[in-house]
């Protein structure tokens, strides 16, 4: 029986999403020789990242955790670049 995945005639294995590299805020800061602040307003709207928002306490400041995939990181540098 065929997956949801290999149904799909794009589908490939090697470039599963799950598979690809993804970037911390602050690692990709380092590499573009930006703040972690502004990788976060960069990339916080952009469809594709990962925002993990564990549970939280009433009073305490709500942490969001960014995982930017690779394929995101390369079309906002190719919009940005041009």
């Not at 380092?30 to 990962?50: A, T, Y």
Request: aromatic share 8%; proline share 9%; with cysteine.
């Amino acid at each position: 029986m065929e997956t949801v995945f290999e149904q799909d005639s794009n589908y490939d294995p090697l470039r599963a999403p799950w598979l690809e590299k993804h970037f911390s805020p602050k690692e990709l800061g380092e590499i573009w020789g930006m703040s972690h602040d502004s990788i976060i307003r960069l990339f916080k709207q952009e469809p594709g990242v990962l925002k993990s928002c564990p549970p939280h306490r009433r009073g305490v400041r709500k942490r969001v955790t960014y995982r930017i995939p690779e394929s995101v990181v390369k079309r906002v540098h190719e919009r940005c670049s041009k």
